[in-house]
């Protein structure tokens, strides 16, 4: 006969943890149904937000234009010779990248040839200057033997009798003769080639023993005096920009270059002239603008920086005077031309109009009055009449 005594075990076993069981959800639902239960007077409350602000100051503003050009020489010939010959000798100074100035020699062509063609010239004037002597000797001679002749003569008649044609006629030769020597001095002259002006050698194509023509290039030069910008600019930029006649009137720009450049480092130009054709390539408006000494060679400082033809700069060019105008950083226009101000603890979301407008700044003319204070910390929930409160320290304007 088997034992009943582990069944009776389970079934304990079983009513102990159902027990168990029934206790532990009275003791929860007990805890829940006793929790206290959050206020809600606070979350009624509108918290004002804390915002930082700049204030309005209206003043006449000159707004500041960049644009990228392309620096090209003012001066740049092709050298060429304007006599034929041998070239003799060349100057040690003639090398590709010398600075040399107005009136340096550069090359010697044999001028055996035209010192002897000079000295023809000179016996050729000698001897015109010579027949014009014995001509005007006849002159007196005629005009004496003119005045023992008590009859008078036909005005035709008179001219053959004072030699007046031998006297042009050796006028003239006179004037040949002299304008003869005068051309085989300049040609003379031209077999020394020199600079035409202050400037750099760019390129060298002449050779010691060569023959050259008038149609040979025998170097490059551009002038270090000045040199030229290029800068394009969008048609919309324009009507800011005031050509003044008067030279010493040209507005200044300043030139930076920050891939050759140190940071801080700039040269200054003027605005000349704006080029009234348009980029081909670009189709952008081009303004030109002059920069003396572009290699630096008046500086007599450490710093020196020069600028290179071929090579692409930024210019800030100066615009035309804005008045009554407040200039705000452009990071506190808000979408659609409005800014926000600060009025009466309220925000004004207010639409402003915008003159001119560049990366840095915006400049308005209407929409705002001197002292009102313009919200520039960034809000998240931007509706009209929200609540805000300023921070002490405020943000002086611009």
Known sequence: MQSNEPQTLNKKSLSLSAGLVIVTVVILVTI???EPK????????????LVDTMQVQQNQHTPVIKALGTVVPAQQIELKARVT??????????????????????????DADYALAYQRAEA???????????????????RKALETVRKSIAPENKALVLREPQKRQAEAALKMAKAAL?????????????????GQIISRDANLGSRISTNDMLAQIVGTEKYWI??????????????????????????????AWQAGQTMTGRLIQLISVLDENSRMARALVEVKDPMGLLNTS???????????????????????????????????????????????IRTVTVAFQDDQFAYITKGLKDNEQII??????????????????????Q
């Open 182 to 198: 005068q051309q085989a001095r300049l040609e003379l002259e031209r077999t020394r080639i020199s600079m035409p002006f202050d």
């Open 124 to 142: 050729m004037l000698a001897n015109a200057q010579a027949n014009y002597e014995i001509e005007m000797a006849e002159q007196v001679r005629a």
């Open 230 to 259: 290029e800068a394009n600019l969008p048609l919309s930029r324009i009507k800011w920009l005031e050509i003044p006649a008067n030279d010493a009137a040209r507005p200044e720009v300043i030139v930076r270059n920050s891939s």
């Open 38 to 49: 959050a206020e809600k007077e606070g979350a009624t409350k509108r918290t004002p937000m």
């Open 376 to 397: 520039i910390t960034d809000i998240s929930a931007v509706r009209q009449d929200v609540d805000v409160r300023i921070r002490d320290t405020d943000t002086s304007g």
């Open 85 to 110: 010959g041998e070239i003799i000798a060349l100057s040690e100074e003639f090398v590709p990248g010398a600075f040399l100035k107005k009136g340096t020699w550069l090359i010697q062509v044999d």
């Open 302 to 348: 450490n710093e020196r920086i020069q600028l290179i033809a071929g090579s692409y700069v930024e210019v800030e060019l100066k615009g035309r005077s804005i008045e009554n105008s407040t200039r705000l950083p452009v990071r506190y226009l808000r979408k659609r031309n409005t800014v926000w101000v600060a009025k009466d603890n309220k925000l004004d």
């Open 32 to 34: 829940f149904s006793t």
